[in-house]
C-alpha cells in the first residue's frame, strides 16, 4: 500500500469528510458517500463508478492476499448506479452496474458481482463465484431467484441525498476534472 | 416473569398437562386451571393481519378465508405491497385511445382530452405489486400494471377451474338432496304434531288440502336431482417426456421449490414464470370458552385493530405465581439442599399459602369425583345446550380425547420438606412497588423459611433432598403442592353474593437442573 492516500473526486460527487477512506481510490462524478463509510484500497486502486450511492457502516475492500503487494494495476473496478446499503461488507473482486448490497449483507472476495445483483439483508456470500446477472439472493435460507428486469436506478434518492448532505455534513472537496488537463478545480 | 427458557416451573392444568403460567388460563366459575387443551375455542372474527380490515365469516367463507386486497409474494411468501409508477402519456386524441386500450384497466387518462393535440406528456400513476424482501414484482410473470392500486389485480385462473366449479356444484346439490331425504324421512317417521290439533281437525282441513283445492301446488320443494358429472378416468396413457428434457442443462432457477408450489396449491407450477400473486390468508380472533361450565376465559375486542381483552382470565392474574431463583447447593443426589423461590400475588387480596409435598386425602377423594362428575356434566352439557349441539360433532370428539386423567407423579424424583406453617402473602399494590422502605410487616416473626419479602412478593428457601437413585447429568424434578387462598368475586351460587373465600391446590413442578458430578 503506498504510504500516502490518493484520493481523486469528480465534480459532482458528494463525499463526506467524515468518512475512512484509505489507499487510491477514485470517485466518479455523481457518487454519494455517507459519513463512517470505509473503503480500503489496499491490494490496488478502487474505482466507484457514477451514481453510486454508499452508506453509514458500509465497507467496501480491496484486500491484500497474503504474501502479495500492492499492485497498481490490480484495479477494484465499481460500475454505475450500486447501492451499498447501511452496514454491508464487500470485498468482491469486480462488480458490475446496477447491484443493490442490502443492509449487513457480507460478499467475500473471490466473487464476481455481474449486473443488476441483488444481496439481501444478512446474505453472506463467501465463496468464490461468479454471480450472473439479474441474479437476488433473498431470505434466511439465501435463496436465488433470477429479475426479468434491471434494479431501477436511484436517481431520486441521490438527487435528494446530494441536496441534503452538504447541509449537515462537512465535504470533501472534488479535487479532480477530467475536462481539465491539469488536475486542479 | 422469569425469563429463563424453557421456563422450569410449570403448573399442572385440570387436565394434567405441565404448562407454565404464562400459557394457563383460570376460570373463576369451576374454579379450575385451564390449558388451551381443555377449552373451547370458538372463532370471533376473522381480519386480514396486513389491512386489518374485519371481514364477517360469512363473507370470509365465501371468499375462502382471503383478503380481497392483501396478497403474498408466491416467490417468497411475504406481503406484497403497492408501488407507484408515473408513466408519461402523450395525449394526442387518438393515440391516447391506444395507450387505453393497451393498459386494459386505464381509467382516468381517456376521459380527459380537452388538452391541444399537440404532445403534451402527461403523467399518469401506474401501480405494480412488489415484493420487499425478494425484489419479485408483478412485472416478472407479465401481469400489466393497473391503474388503481386495489381491487383490480386480475385472478389467476387455472386449468381445472371449470372441473372445480363443477364439482362443487355436484357436491353441493348432493349435501341438499341426502338433506332432504333425512327431513323427508323423519317427517314420515314421525308425523308432525301439530301446534293447533283441534283447529285443523274440527274442520277437515289439512294444509295440502286447501293448497291442492285452491289450485297450488304442493308446498314441499321439487326434490333437487344432483346434476351428472362425468366421472374421471384414469388412463394408462402417458404423455412422453420432451426430448428436451435429456439434452437441456437444467435451470434451477427457473423450478419452482416445494414452498412456492405449495402455497399455490390450485396449479402447483412448476416453473417460476407460473408464479402469480396470492391473495393473503385471513386471520381469525380466537375465543376460549371453559368446556366444563360454558364460561368464556379469554373473548378478544372485535375490531382488528384492538389488542385488548373483554374478558381475560389469564392464570397468571389469578394464581400466585413461582419463579425459582437458585439452587442453594450444586445439585448431589441423595444430599440436602434448598431451592430458593420467589412467589408473587396478583390480585387484591391478601392470600393465605401454604407449600405440601401431597394432597390431603379428603381433597383427593374430592378431585377425582369432581373430575367424574365434571365427565358427567360436560357430557349433559353437550346434549342439552342448542348451542353447543350445533357444533355437537366436534365437541363431543374433544370430550373423548380430553378426560383420561393424566398421571404426572413419576416425574418427580425429588423428596421436598413441606413447610411447617402458612404464611400470608399481602394483596398486589402497584403503589408499593415504588417504596424504599421496608413495611412493618417486617416486625413481625416471620418464618424461618422466609428469606426475603417486599409487598405482594416472597422469597421462600425449600428444603429438598434428591433421590440417591438418580444419576448425573439426570434432572432434577421437584414437585410441590401449593395451597392457596382464592377470593372469588363471582357468585357461583345465586343466593350469595358477597365474594367467597377458597383454598385452591395447584400442583406445580420445578426442573432446578442436572445432577452434577462428584
Known sequence: ?185 | MSFMQPIPVKYACSCGILNPINKLFFCRHCPKLRCGYCVCHEIESHFCSNCLENIPSSEARHKKNCCANCFDCPCCQHTLSARATTVAVVRKPDEAKDKEAQSGAGGESGSTTPLKPSSVPATKKMYYLSCLSCRWTTRDVGIPDQGVATGTWPDNECLYQLRFNSLLEYYQSVVLQEKQDRQEFLRRKSPKQHKFPSLTDRTGLTVSLIRRQIGWNEKTLPKSKPISISPTEATADVEQLPPDIFTEPLNLRQVTTIAQRLSQPRDQPTAVGNLYPQRRSLWIKRSLRCRQCEHNLIKPEFHPTSIKYRIQLFASHHVPEVVMVRCEQPLKSGQKNAIVVKITNPTMYDMTIRILDALPEEEEQLTTEMLQQACKIKEEAVTSSPLLRAAGITLTRQNSTREIKREVNELSNTLIEPLESEFVLSQRDDSKEFDEDIQARSEIEEPKFIVWRKGNKVLLRLQFTPEATSKISDEVVLSFYMQYTYVNTVANTTEKKEPTTQALYSRLFIQAGAIEKE
Not at chain 1, 433473498?138 to 438527487?159: F, H, M, P
Open chain 1, 1 to 185: 500500500m503506498p504510504t500516502e492516500n490518493s484520493i481523486k473526486i469528480m465534480p459532482k460527487a458528494v463525499v463526506c469528510e467524515e468518512t475512512n477512506l484509505r489507499g487510491d481510490i477514485i470517485f466518479s462524478s455523481g457518487c454519494v458517500v455517507h459519513p463512517s463509510a470505509t473503503i480500503v484500497a489496499e491490494a490496488g486502486p478502487i474505482i466507484i463508478g457514477e451514481n453510486c450511492i454508499i452508506e453509514e457502516y458500509a465497507t467496501i475492500a480491496h484486500r491484500l492476499i497474503e504474501g502479495a503487494n500492492w499492485d497498481s494495476s490490480n484495479i477494484l473496478s465499481i460500475g454505475t448506479h450500486n447501492v451499498f446499503e447501511v452496514g454491508c461488507t464487500v470485498e468482491a473482486t469486480k462488480i458490475g452496474d446496477k447491484n443493490v448490497f442490502e443492509s449487513k449483507s457480507y460478499v467475500g472476495p473471490g466473487v464476481t458481482v455481474t449486473s443488476g445483483c441483488v444481496v439481501g439483508a444478512g446474505i453472506q456470500m463467501r465463496t468464490a463465484q461468479v454471480m450472473p446477472e439479474n441474479t437476488i439472493v433473498y431470505g434466511k435460507d439465501a435463496l436465488q431467484r433470477e429479475a426479468i428486469d434491471k434494479q431501477g436506478s436511484q436517481t431520486l434518492q441521490i438527487d435528494f441525498l446530494r441536496k441534503v448532505l452538504p447541509n449537515y455534513h462537512h465535504l470533501r472537496k472534488p479535487n479532480y476534472d477530467p475536462k481539465k488537463p491539469r488536475s486542479v478545480v
